[in-house]
């Protein structure tokens, strides 16, 4: 049996992982004052809604300037004030509120969109207008500018593959060597489609890892899964992820049909730690939750189901990703500790199948939980009329890989920790917590 000291670290360690940081940002308006786009509005889009909406990239329209997003002023309203745009879909109300990419808008820059369009959209003065955002004139890559590159030190293709207009989903299931010749560990990857055209048949890219370890044991698991709305992974400080020499990659990609023929290749940039950097910790990536071919959604219901993962060694929990399909309404993360003692951790409460975020926990927030705990995912799904997504709500669904079929998994990336380790991460909670006190 666990020590009291130990129950009480554990406390404060989740408690550190709730502390709350409230963002200030958007316009300080006093009553009356003149909201304008280029003094007012344009800091926010750059920030916030240019890396789509912008020449070259997924969204239907840029909104750099004035000219090009004044036509669009009451469809931003709506799908501001509906925190549809930008697609953020936690909770606020509950659980872990500090992200390292929230893309989400705070109360005041949705109260700054919303006064400007309700006082007639006003343009401003010219002087205030932001210098623009450089931007790379492909689709760039979201991390190669944070190391100092221009590209990932390492890009792997999957062969191309074009689909054909009108045809139904697809799965392409190929095996790459990976090149790499001497072990090295990854502190970031991202994957995507080749070209912007590309995003349109590609719904989603698993990426698993074939290799023998050290010890001659052999791993095929996963490395990497990319849908719309996730950027890439960017391991935390002195934690990584192992390419070992002679590996490969197995892809297995999911296409679905659309009004055109294209063809395209998904592709993988891989950022290395310098040689002779290794991190102290190894990273992996669970899926947890799924109840396989036990999902059960009659027709015009709402179903909630329950899956378990128990923690074989402490750890912290680096991130969250909900996945369902067509039919996924909500779902959350919830961990119940060793002590019986309940904490939520993440919950979306408007799935939407369009984008598939990954939630990464911000460094002093990062839930650090003992062995045995178990990670809990609750997930709901609306077969019923009400959902707009809905293609049919009068028939049966179950478990499979087809868009109009259903999953109940979410991803977590986990980074696993020495007993040691995780005591000592504690006790550095605990002492920030005091000092904030």
């Known amino acids: 049996m666990r020590s009291s000291a130990w129950w009480h670290l554990s406390r404060l360690a989740l408690a550190a992982a709730f502390t709350l940081a409230i963002p200030h940002n958007g316009a300080a308006q006093g009553p009356g004052a003149q909201v304008t786009f280029t003094r007012d509005v344009?800091?926010?889009f750059q920030a916030k809604c240019e890396a789509c909406h912008r020449p070259?990239?997924?969204a239907p329209m840029a909104l750099r300037t004035?000219?090009?997003v004044r036509p669009w002023a009451r469809a931003i309203r709506a799908r501001v004030e509906s925190r549809q745009m930008p697609p953020?879909?936690?909770?606020?109300?509950?659980g872990i509120q500090k992200f390292k990419n929230d893309r989400s808008l705070s109360d005041a820059q949705i109260g700054t969109i919303l006064a400007w369009v309700d006082q007639g959209a006003f343009k401003g003065d010219p002087k205030d207008m932001p210098s623009p955002r450089q931007w790379a004139s492909d689709q760039g890559w979201n991390y190669a500018a944070r190391f100092g590159q221009k590209e990932p030190d390492l890009i792997i293709r999957n062969q191309p593959w074009t689909m054909k207009a009108g045809d139904g989903n697809t799965w392409v299931k190929r095996s790459v060597p990976t090149g790499v010749t001497e072990p090295r560990w990854v502190r970031a990857i991202e994957v995507r489609p080749s070209t912007v055209k590309g995003r349109k048949i590609v719904h989603h890219a698993n990426v698993d890892i074939d290799q023998v370890e050290p010890d001659g044991t052999v791993t095929v698991g996963r490395f990497m899964e990319w849908a719309v709305g996730k950027e890439g992974e960017l391991m935390r400080p002195n934690t990584g992820k192992l390419m070992l020499p002679g590996s490969r990659v197995a892809w297995d990609v999911h296409y679905a049909s659309t009004d055109e023929d294209v063809t395209?290749?998904?592709?993988?940039?891989i950022y290395f730690y310098p040689k002779g950097q290794e991190p102290k910790y190894r990273q992996t990536l669970l899926a947890v939750g799924s109840s396989g071919s036990n999902l059960d959604i009659p027709p015009n219901?709402?179903?909630?189901?329950?899956?378990?993962f128990v923690?074989?060694?402490?750890?912290?929990i680096e991130s969250f990703q909900p996945h369902?399909?067509?039919?996924?309404?909500?779902?959350?993360?919830?961990?119940i500790l060793p002590t019986g003692q309940q904490v939520m951790l993440s919950h979306v409460a408007e799935f939407d199948f369009n984008w598939h975020n990954a939630y990464v926990y911000e460094d002093d927030v990062a839930p650090l939980l003992p062995k045995g705990t178990v990670l809990k995912v609750t997930s709901w799904h609306d077969n019923t009329a009400a959902n707009k997504g809905n293609p049919d709500p009068n028939v049966w669904v179950g478990y499979g890989d087809r868009t109009v079929d259903e999953m109940n998994h979410v991803w977590v990336n986990v980074t696993y920790l020495a007993e040691a380790d995780y005591l000592t991460e504690v006790e550095v909670r605990r002492t920030k917590v005091t000092q904030q006190q």
Not at 88 to 94: A, E, S, V
Not at 264 to 269: A, F, H, L, T, Y
Not at 311 to 316: D, E, G, S, T, V
Not at 324 to 335: E, I, N, Y
């Open 42 to 44: 344009a800091p926010i």
């Open 311 to 316: 923690l074989p060694k402490a750890a912290r």
């Open 56 to 58: 070259g990239s997924i």
């Open 324 to 335: 369902m399909h067509l039919r996924g309404k909500a779902q959350s993360l919830q961990a």
């Open 264 to 269: 395209d290749s998904v592709e993988m940039g």
């Open 66 to 68: 004035y000219e090009e």
């Open 88 to 94: 953020w879909h936690i909770d606020k109300t509950i």
């Open 301 to 308: 219901s709402i179903v909630a189901s329950e899956g378990f």
